[in-house]
């Protein structure tokens, strides 16, 4: 009996060291507990921050928490940049990195860890980068660029650093000198810069190749270079907006009738349908030699590629037959001139009938307001925009006739707007006689659409009073109350004399104060460009969100456009 408790026992203290082994070996945090939400951060580091006259020939971290390997490789940027691939050597929570060839004599290196690094447990994301500054030489390069990226989600987007010489800077082609990483809130630093003159955009990376990729990554476009000097080493809010600078032009990339007389036509990408107008097409047929006009066109209900051709004629479905676009616009203003497409031709009879099948604000709605409200309409065919017009009619519940106007966005939409100010609180109907609304096959629906709407409590607007402070010398300056909440109302405005703001008749919620300098008097904020370098124009943004109430404005602020 002794001697099997003793092999019981032997073989006991073999698993258990077999299973420290293996925990050891894998490096796993114990299981267990709630949910974990806490970021992993960086407890100590070496060489310590600062550190000159450095030797080594590697760097270390020791995280608060077990870490997800992949994602460190992911989230570390020195800057310079070194040739090479990092190797890792791990151990728990600590990692040693070694550097893949000697580092340059008398130069400052960043290491910068970013947001992309998540812990083991819950995938959670260090809050903020963090920087790691040491110096092969006798000091340390104290140049510092810092700001924040203002976007939705501006957690993990890169900060390319570039110094001006001589060469044009192409961040197409041209890594950056030192590169940083936004946080989870947007803010950003570049440190241990040296003297010299800087630019920097704001990329969201797809690919982390420290390469911008028009065709699949946004960019932020900075409103001016950055010098820093021995003397003169900090520069402060460099503030980012991020944009699409796509330069590929859309293509025609599919026409198909879907019956005798409608044509689904397919874009590479989604286009602007405000420049898009039936004679902007024709159909060819190569057999005959011939050339037929289309009639209407209008938006695609279902994607933003595609749009709907109409056409009165009847190609041959045994001739070879093509669909010519004479200009394509995308809605970022690339343009294709003289695109075509074959044509797949049916002869099915159309048996569709105009209706309308969606309308903005929508049916029955109760939150139209009485001032500069439009009603938009949107029809699943397209019509004859002058015979439409003596189809509508408004007026209130009592039948008093409400004199307004018709404004067609394309042949199958269009918006009503009053010519006079409607009355709070109030019901209001829209009819449309549909038997109006004859589609080119002469079909229609011999019924009356009933649009009934009202109007919201005037008493319910908010409202902010204020001045804009040190902006004597801003270049055209607009503020901008932009909302947080779903809606993402808007509300822009000149600040009067004396540089003061009045936003009246706004919704309630919850709101951004910003303003910028429209130095090309657009009327709207301007992105710049990357090549040729255009800069974009300056913003600020008032630093605490504005949380409206029905009924009541919030005065006395005091917006400082810039820090004096």
């Known amino acids: 009996m002794v001697k099997f408790i003793k092999e019981k026992l032997k073989y006991f203290a073999?698993?258990?060291?077999l299973l420290i082994e293996w925990r050891c070996a894998n490096q796993l945090p114990p299981g267990g507990g709630g949910i974990d939400l806490i970021p992993p951060k960086i407890e100590s580091v070496y060489p310590l921050n600062g550190t000159t006259d450095f030797k080594g020939e590697y760097f270390q971290l020791d995280f608060s928490k077990y870490v997800q390997k992949r994602t460190l490789q992911d989230a570390i940027f020195i800057s310079p940049a070194l040739d090479g691939d990092l190797n890792y050597d791990w151990s728990g929570t600590s990692v040693r990195v070694y550097f893949p060839t000697k580092l340059k004599k008398n130069t400052t290196y960043v290491?910068?860890?970013?947001?992309?690094?998540?812990?083991?447990?819950?995938?959670?994301h260090m809050a903020q980068t963090?920087?790691?500054?040491?110096?092969?030489?006798?000091?340390?390069?104290?140049?510092?660029?810092?700001?924040?990226?203002y976007a939705d989600n501006?957690?993990?987007?890169?900060?390319?650093?570039?110094?001006?010489?001589?060469?044009?800077?192409?961040?197409?082609?041209?890594?950056?000198?030192?590169?940083?990483?936004?946080?989870?809130?947007?803010?950003?630093?570049?440190?241990?810069?040296?003297?010299?003159?800087?630019?920097?955009?704001?990329?969201?990376?797809?690919?982390?190749?420290?390469?911008?990729?028009?065709a699949q990554d946004q960019i932020g476009i900075p409103s001016g270079d950055v010098h820093l000097s021995e003397t003169d080493t900090l520069r402060a809010g460099v503030n980012f907006f991020l944009t699409n600078q796509d330069t590929v032009k859309p293509r025609l990339q599919n026409a198909v009738m879907t019956d005798a007389n409608h044509i689904l036509v397919d874009f590479t990408r989604d286009v602007d349908t405000s420049v898009i107008h039936s004679n902007n097409f024709f159909i060819y047929d190569s057999t005959l030699k011939k050339q037929y006009n289309l009639v209407f066109a209008y938006r695609g209900n279902k994607k933003a590629?595609?749009?709907?051709?109409?056409?009165?004629?009847?190609?041959?479905?045994?001739?070879?037959i093509f669909l010519f676009a004479k200009k394509i616009v995308d809605k970022i203003g690339n343009i294709y001139f003289n695109d075509f497409s074959s044509l797949t031709v049916s002869d099915r009879p159309d048996t569709t009938k105009p209706g309308i099948f969606m309308t903005e604000p929508p049916r029955n709605s109760t939150q139209a307001d009485y001032e500069g409200q439009k009603f938009s309409f949107y029809l699943n065919d397209a019509v004859d925009s002058n015979a439409a017009k003596t189809a509508v009619a408004f007026t209130d519940t009592s039948h008093v006739n409400i004199p307004f106007a018709?404004?067609?966005?394309?042949?199958?939409?269009?918006?009503?707007?009053?010519?006079?100010?409607?009355?709070?609180?109030?019901?209001?109907?829209?009819?449309?006689?549909?038997?109006?609304?004859?589609?080119?096959?002469?079909?229609?629906?011999d019924s009356v659409y009933t649009y009934k709407f009202s109007t919201i409590n005037g008493l319910d607007f908010t409202g902010t009073t204020g001045k804009l402070l040190n902006a004597g010398d801003a270049n055209n300056p607009i503020l901008v109350l932009q909302g947080i909440d779903k809606d993402k109302l808007s509300y822009s405005q000149k600040p009067a004399i004396g540089m003061n703001f009045n936003f009246n008749r706004v919704q309630p919620g919850k709101y951004v104060l910003w303003c910028y300098e429209d130095a090309d008097s657009s009327g709207t904020y301007t992105f710049g460009k990357v090549l040729p370098f255009k800069p974009s124009e300056k913003f600020s943004f008032y630093p605490?969100?504005?949380?409206?109430?029905?009924?009541?404005?919030?005065?006395?602020?005091?917006?400082?456009?810039?820090e004096k």
Not at 134 to 141: A, C, E, L, M, P
Not at 191 to 209: C, E, H, I, M, T
Not at 544 to 561: A, E, H, M, Q, S
């Open 14 to 17: 073999v698993v258990l060291f």
């Open 154 to 214: 501006p957690q993990g987007v890169l900060m390319y650093s570039y110094l001006i010489g001589d060469s044009i800077i192409n961040p197409i082609i041209r890594k950056p000198d030192y590169v940083s990483q936004a946080g989870v809130d947007g803010s950003f630093k570049l440190l241990g810069l040296k003297p010299g003159n800087y630019r920097v955009f704001a990329v969201v990376d797809k690919a982390r190749s420290l390469l911008y990729q028009p």
């Open 111 to 124: 290491i910068n860890i970013g947001t992309d690094l998540v812990d083991y447990n819950n995938s959670n």
């Open 130 to 149: 963090y920087s790691l500054t040491f110096s092969t030489g006798n000091k340390i390069d104290k140049g510092e660029i810092e700001g924040k990226v």
């Open 305 to 320: 590629s595609e749009i709907v051709l109409v056409t009165n004629n009847k190609p041959e479905l045994k001739n070879e």
């Open 406 to 445: 018709i404004h067609f966005y394309d042949d199958a939409s269009f918006y009503v707007f009053p010519l006079t100010k409607l009355q709070p609180r109030t019901d209001y109907l829209i009819k449309i006689n549909l038997n109006k609304f004859k589609n080119v096959a002469g079909k229609f629906y």
């Open 544 to 562: 605490d969100t504005l949380n409206l109430r029905p009924r009541w404005t919030v005065t006395g602020i005091n917006f400082k456009y810039k």
